[in-house]
C-alpha cells in the first residue's frame, strides 16, 4: 500500500510513534524514527526491519534537527509523509510546577515540533501530508496537566497556521489527537496494581469503555498523511470520544 513512499516519525522508538512505525513498514513504505536513545532505536530497528532508518536526536536541539535533516537527506531523499510525533508528558500542579519542569515541556513539545517541520520542509515532496501529534488535554480541563495541555494546544493552533504557509507547496498539514491509548508505558513507571486501578479509571471515563491501541493512532495518521487530499489544518480526535460526547 504505501511501497515506494519514505516516512519520517519523530519520537518512532517506542509508543505512539512506534506503532505507527510498524503500520508504515507493513505497508511496504520505507521509515525513518528518531529518538533520544540509541539502545530504544536500535531494539527498535531489529523489530521493525531492514526498511527503517534510525536516527538518534534532540528534536529541542536545533544542531540535532540539523543533523537528523541532513541524514533524512542522504538516506530517503523526498519524504511522502511527516509525522511530528516527538513529545513528553509531565504532570504537576499548578501551585508546584516550576520553570524547568515548564521549560522543558514547550522545548520539546512546542519548538522542538514547530521545527522539526521547518528543518525537513525543504524535503517534503509536492502533496505531502505532515501530521502532528496534539492530545485530547488540549480541549479539556485536567488536573496537574496545565503545562501540557497549553503546549498541545500551541501545536493544535501551529497546524493551522503550518497548513496555511505550506499551501504554496501542495502540503498538507493536519493533527491527530491521541486520548488514553494503551502503550504499555503505565506498566513501565508504576507498579502493576496502580497500573491496573489507573486504567479501570479511564475506562470507566471513557465513553466507548476502553482504551485505544497504536494501531488506532496508526490508521488515523496514514488517513491524514495520504488519503485526506482535500482536508488541512484540521485536527482528528482519536480518543474514544472522549472530547466530543
Known amino acids: ?22 503500520f508504515f513498514v507493513a505497508g511496504g513504505a520505507r521509515v525513518a524514527i528518531t529518538g ?35 541524514r533524512v537527506k542522504r538516506e530517503l531523499g523526498s519524504v511522502e509523509a511527516l509525522f511530528v510525533n516527538a513529545g513528553i508528558t509531565r504532570s504537576s500542579p499548578f501551585e508546584s510546577m516550576t520553570e524547568e519542569v515548564y521549560d522543558e515541556l514547550f522545548a520539546i513539545n512546542v519548538k522542538g515540533a514547530y521545527f522539526t517541520v521547518q528543518k525537513l520542509a525543504p524535503l517534503l515532496s509536492t ?23 497549553a503546549g498541545k494546544a500551541a501545536v493544535r493552533s501551529m497546524a493551522r497556521s503550518l497548513a496555511r504557509e505550506l499551501l504554496p507547496r501542495g502540503i498538507r498539514v493536519n493533527a491527530v489527537s491521541p486520548g488514553p491509548i494503551d ?25 466507548m469503555q476502553r482504551f485505544g491501541g497504536p494501531d488506532e493512532i496508526a490508521r488515523a495518521v496514514a488517513f491524514l498523511a495520504f488519503d485526506a487530499t482535500y482536508t488541512t489544518g484540521a485536527e482528528l480526535a482519536v480518543d474514544g470520544g472522549a472530547t466530543q460526547l
Open 36 to 70: 533520544r536513545s540509541q539502545a530504544t532505536l536500535d531494539a527498535a530497528r531489529q523489530q521493525l526491519g531492514e526498511n527503517v532508518v534510525t536516527v538518534r536526536g534532540d528534536v529541542a536541539s536545533p544542531a540535532d534537527l540539523d543533523e537528523m535533516a541532513d
Open 183 to 207: 502503550t504499555e508505558i503505565l506498566e513501565k513507571e508504576m507498579s502493576a496494581e496502580d497500573a491496573a486501578a489507573f486504567k479501570a479509571q479511564v475506562v470507566a471515563n471513557n465513553p
Open 127 to 149: 502533496g505531502a501530508g505532515v501530521v502532528l501529534t496534539t492530545s485530547a488535554a488540549n480541549v479539556q480541563g485536567i488536573e496537574g496537566a496545565s503545562a501540557y495541555a
Open 1 to 22: 500500500m504505501y511501497r515506494g513512499k519514505n516516512v519520517v516519525i519523530t519520537g518512532g522508538s517506542s509508543g505512539i510513534g512506534f506503532g505507527v512505525a510498524k
